[in-house]
């Protein structure tokens, strides 16, 4: 029963990893177009000082976009600023330190942002972690669904009044989740979201990522309800050249190296939706999109469940001691 419980995991999410290796080799990758200059506007990046976020966080930078990295390796991020300010001096970005794996770091960081009186208009959940051993936050949630939704869960709603003023209908603020195809082999365990009864790091992440679409999707619906000039979407980057596979198994490790350059994306490729979502004129106003390679794209069908949303949602609320509003 264990074994059938860590093998079934690890072969759904190779499965989604084979399926868009398989993609990736017989499509080019998605491609930027030229974007508006975006002059007084106002960014966070969640994980923004390397790979992909690095990436999304130069480009927003270079088309005028004061943009906040939000990390929690304060020399990384503050040698990332170092980079960017060097291709022009006249790019507006900053470091602030966030450590995802605590609720407490979290309140400090919007704490100090917002005492800072800047407008918000654009939220990159970026950061993440993928099949790490099992650990615990400091909270003493499962280190998968802590950091990558959960942390990101609560840094959405404590910043949402800022998002929600800072845009305008005609030119919203945007919210941006970076999800992953393993979303597509993920099982959401309501009685057990902590792993607690077997744990797989394969699965861990997989929930993980499917939390994050689903929440996204039901952030849209309040938003929409609300009439708020704000959108959220979920981004799926693709399979990308980052030290986010730092933890694959030996074998995988050894597979996947021949493959990095004919098959997997660079960082600067991974980023290009993101920054699309975040910025694109023809992303305005528009919600509840699951995109991959700059298209709209089904995601899987748990995720248009409202009764699921709505259900981890509320359950999202009271682990992280927020109302459910």
């Known amino acids: 029963m264990w074994l059938l419980a860590v093998f079934l995991p690890l072969m759904r999410v190779y499965l989604c990893g084979i399926k868009v290796l398989i993609y990736q080799l017989l499509n080019r990758s998605f491609t930027l177009p030229v974007l508006p200059k975006q ?13 992909m976020g690095f990436e999304t966080t130069r480009h927003l930078a270079s088309l005028g976009m004061h943009v906040i ?8 991020g503050l040698e990332a600023v170092k980079k960017i300010q060097k291709a022009d001096g006249e790019r507006k970005v900053e470091f602030l330190f966030l450590d995802l794996a605590s609720l407490r770091s979290i309140r ?16 990159i959940n970026n950061a993440g972690i993928m099949l790490v051993p099992e650990r615990k936050t400091a909270d003493g949630f499962e280190f998968h669904f802590g950091i990558n939704y959960l942390g990101h869960f609560l840094l959405t709603n404590l910043l949402l009044d800022t998002l929600k003023k800072s845009g305008k209908h005609g030119r919203g603020s945007r919210v941006v ?9 993920g099982v959401l365990k309501m009685d057990d979201l902590q792993c607690r009864v077997s744990y797989s790091a394969h699965g861990a992440y997989a929930q993980s990522k499917l939390a994050l679409v689903l929440f996204t999707y039901h952030l849209q619906k309040k938003l929409e309800a609300g009439g708020f000039p704000v959108t959220a ?11 986010l596979y730092d933890f694959l198994s030996g074998p995988a490790k050894v597979a996947k190296k021949p493959f990095n ?29 699951y995109i991959y390679n700059g298209e709209n794209r089904p ?7 409202a009764d699921v949303q709505a259900a981890l949602w509320k359950r999202s609320c009271a682990l992280v001691g927020i109302q459910d509003a």
Do not use: W
């Open 299 to 305: 995601s899987a069908d748990v995720t248009y469940e």
């Open 39 to 51: 002059n007084g506007r106002v960014a966070i990046v969640t994980g923004g000082a390397r790979g």
């Open 261 to 289: 350059k004919l098959l997997f994306r660079t960082p600067a490729e991974g980023a290009s939706t993101a920054i699309h979502a975040a910025v694109a004129p023809e992303m305005e106003g528009v919600g509840s999109c």
């Open 69 to 76: 990295i939000a990390g929690n390796e304060e020399d990384e």
């Open 177 to 185: 989740n970076m999800a992953s195809a393993t979303h597509y082999g």
């Open 108 to 123: 400090q960081f919007v704490q100090k942002f917002k005492a800072r009186g800047l407008p918000l208009h654009v939220l």
């Open 233 to 243: 979407n979920a981004v799926d980057p693709g399979m990308v050249d980052t030290a």
